[in-house]
């Protein structure tokens, strides 16, 4: 999973206390290492390496475990107004339901993220009770103090970070900690205060450079960003504000950091990268397992340098998003949808042929980062052909992500042996930009309007340097981002935030979650909806009831819990 860190193989006597059966909790399983065995330091460490390598949400193989993506690409964004399932309407099925939030409570893709994640907290779990076993027994070989509080940071935070996956799906999920022993929790609390707890440990405790040197480890700043983003669910502006604050202190001008570095296989891992789950390809021995395998699906279709399978589609609505008015800023009334761009979409054969891109259309460099379409060039591929490059227009649209996608001159170094799709790309989890737009909005909610203009105004500024792409020599649009002269009020302010967030981060798994924090789901996806199901009929009619916040928690958990465990609301 971690570049640079080695990889260690256990076999660990790890019992998840929702789905063990008793005699496990009595009887010691032949060829596993016991807690015990595992009470030196090469045993904590391993067991840390354990929790980590869970971020990739991959426990089993490489297959299947989309739902758990570190990318959160479907509940993040195809549950929201950027992303469809793509490929074909009979492909993956259950994602169909998270689309169209309509899943039920055997929805596969459910009971993925939910496995990875308490496996995680397992692992997390497990970590803790040996490291403090280790360090209060009589053995010798114990941890120093510094080392010891380090090794409880990193794996504490590890667990506040599975916890949040979870209660951003779930809401209402059991809390189960390194003293739970085996007992059944019910999930009747609000867990925030916990993660909360754990990361203020983390935050206290890790230093500003990495542990053991080693990229992939978490540290300081990445504590400091990920409870100022926890603190922001939770509406305390002001402590999220200092947390975050601190971060974009302690960190280079965002503006010197090039936006297409945060996707470039050759350039991750860099300043900007807060948190990042890394990913590693061909030489760690696993067959792909350690690589980006969440986004296994989410590549072009057809006669492309990788071509499976056609999922993850920008929206229509989503490219539109990406239009400017005359002065370079985004059309935040929601004119952007008049008179929509749809590249070829919907286009007579003879019409298609003839297609040439618009290079007179406004729009925000960023969306050539965002999203490949038609007749523009994607990555070093060449020009993007349209629908011989689409699984199935009519189900996904006309475009195709390209965030989690590599240079076809990267994919002989960066993708697993025996495969394309499987590929060594980080995912980011945190990153700089992302830190900036959420002391923005803090600063907004705080009445401190200049602070957000100015922050929001340096995203802008570092958009403004994207590489134009050409075409023939010609830009492939009227590319053009300017900043914000002022922000008259908070309304204003609020919504030039919420706008920025989509245009920055779209594709990386944050925008649904950022709909429900900010209460607006209802309003935005029956909007889109309405205007998405002009061109897909699968989406007509959809309206979000409150229960659509959440998704309902998997039924096989509530059944192994003898009903301790209960379902949402409305499921």
Not at 500 to 507: D, K, S, V, Y
Not at 549 to 570: A, M, V
């Amino acid at each position: 999973m971690m570049k640079n860190i080695k990889y260690i193989i256990l076999s660990v006597l790890i019992c998840s206390s929702m789905s063990c059966k008793r005699d496990f909790l009595t009887l010691q399983p032949q060829g596993e290492l016991t807690e015990e065995q595992l009470m030196t330091q090469d045993g904590v460490e391993g067991l840390l390496v354990g929790a980590y390598s869970l971020l990739n949400g991959n426990v089993n193989g490489t297959y299947g475990n989309y739902g758990a993506a570190p990318s959160q690409w479907l509940f993040g964004e195809v549950a929201s107004d950027n992303a469809h399932k793509g490929s074909s309407v009979g492909d993956q099925p259950p994602m169909n339901a998270i689309e169209q939030h309509a899943p039920t409570s055997t929805n596969d893709n459910l009971s993925n993220i939910w496995d990875r994640c308490f496996e995680g907290i397992q692992r997390a779990n497990t970590t803790i009770k040996v490291l403090n076993n280790l360090q209060t027994g009589q053995a010798a070989g114990k941890f120093s103090d510094a080392r010891a509080r380090e090794i409880q940071g990193e794996a504490r935070l590890l667990r506040a970070h599975y916890y949040f996956f979870l209660v951003r799906i779930f809401k209402m999920v059991p809390y189960i900690t390194e003293t739970t022993n085996g007992a059944i929790v019910p999930n009747d609390k609000d867990i925030y205060p916990n993660i909360v707890d754990d990361l203020t440990y983390s935050v206290a405790n890790l230093s500003t450079t990495k542990p053991r040197g080693q990229r992939g480890r978490v540290d300081k700043y990445a504590a400091q960003a990920y409870l100022g983003k926890v603190l922001l669910y939770q509406k305390k502006y002001t402590e999220a504000y200092d947390l975050l604050n601190a971060v974009i202190l302690a960190k280079p001008d965002i503006t010197t950091l090039p936006y297409s570095d945060n996707f470039d296989i050759t350039k991750e891992g860099g300043p900007e990268a807060i948190l990042a789950v890394e990913h590693s390809v061909g030489t760690d021995g696993t067959g792909g397992d350690n690589g980006n395998v969440g986004d296994i699906l989410n590549f072009p279709y057809g006669n492309t340098p990788i071509n499976c399978c056609g999922f993850f589609q920008p929206t229509i609505d989503l490219a539109n998003a990406f239009k400017v008015d005359a002065a370079g800023l985004p059309l935040l009334d929601g004119s952007y949808r008049n008179n929509p761009y749809k590249s070829d979409f919907g286009l007579l054969p003879a019409e298609k042929d003839s297609y040439v891109v618009d290079k007179t259309l406004p729009l925000d460099p960023r969306i050539e980062s965002t999203l490949g379409r038609r007749g523009v060039p994607y990555r070093d591929w060449g020009l993007m052909a349209g629908d011989t490059w689409i699984r199935d227009a009519s189900n996904g649209g006309p475009f195709l992500p390209i965030k989690n996608v590599i240079e076809s001159s990267q994919i002989s170094s960066g993708s697993a042996p025996g495969t394309t799709n499987v590929t060594g790309l980080n995912v980011n989890l945190i990153r700089l930009g992302d830190v900036y737009l959420m002391a923005a909005e803090c600063a907004v909610e705080k009445g401190d309007l200049p602070r957000a203009l100015t922050l929001v105004n340096l995203v802008r500024q570092r958009a403004a340097k994207i590489t134009p792409q050409l075409v023939n020599g010609v830009p492939a649009a009227a590319y053009k981002v300017n900043p914000y002269v002022s922000f008259p009020n908070a309304t204003y302010a609020r919504n030039a935030v919420r706008f920025e967030r989509r245009l920055e981060l779209a594709m990386e798994g944050h925008r649904f979650f950022d709909l429900v924090r900010w209460g607006i789901v209802k309003q935005t996806l029956e909007s889109y909806f309405a205007f998405e199901g002009g061109f897909f009929d699968y989406l007509r009619g959809i309206n979000i009831e409150a229960r659509d916040e959440y998704f309902p928690l998997p039924q096989d958990q509530i059944d192994r819990s003898k009903g301790t465990l209960k379902q949402s609301p409305g499921y």
